[in-house]
């Protein structure tokens, strides 16, 4: 099993980005996938995860700039990053988890948002 996390990079406050979480050796559809975030000196916390439904919640902070999403037929989840903060900057994690399976992480992609 392995999660591939992409997309990250620097920009400036305002701007956008779109993380992608692309799985392979799973079957994704079953799993809730959320992205997960770790500035220097915090501990890790959830920005936002998708259930196999589809159904969606968002960390306090990010509601209304960001948006995750889901294509099962790629094997992929998106999060559309707007409005970007410096507070924002972090290295962005996803994970797949489902009941009675093991939990899987991908390897982080770097966030910096500055001026």
């Known amino acids: 099993v392995q999660l591939q996390a992409s997309g990250g990079g620097s920009v400036q406050p305002g701007g956008s980005l779109r993380l992608s979480c692309v799985a392979s050796?799973?079957?994704?559809?079953?799993?809730?996938i959320g992205w997960y975030r770790q500035a220097p000196g915090k501990q890790r916390e959830l920005v936002a995860y998708i259930t196999k439904a589809g159904s969606t919640d968002y960390g306090d902070s990010v509601k209304g700039r960001f948006t995750i999403s889901r294509d099962n037929a790629k094997n992929t989840v998106y999060l559309q990053m707007n409005s970007l903060k410096p507070e924002d900057t972090a290295v962005y994690y996803c994970n797949a988890v489902h009941t009675g399976y093991s939990s899987y992480w991908g390897q982080g992609t770097q966030v910096t948002v500055s001026s």
């Open positions: 050796g799973m079957t994704f559809s079953i799993y809730t």
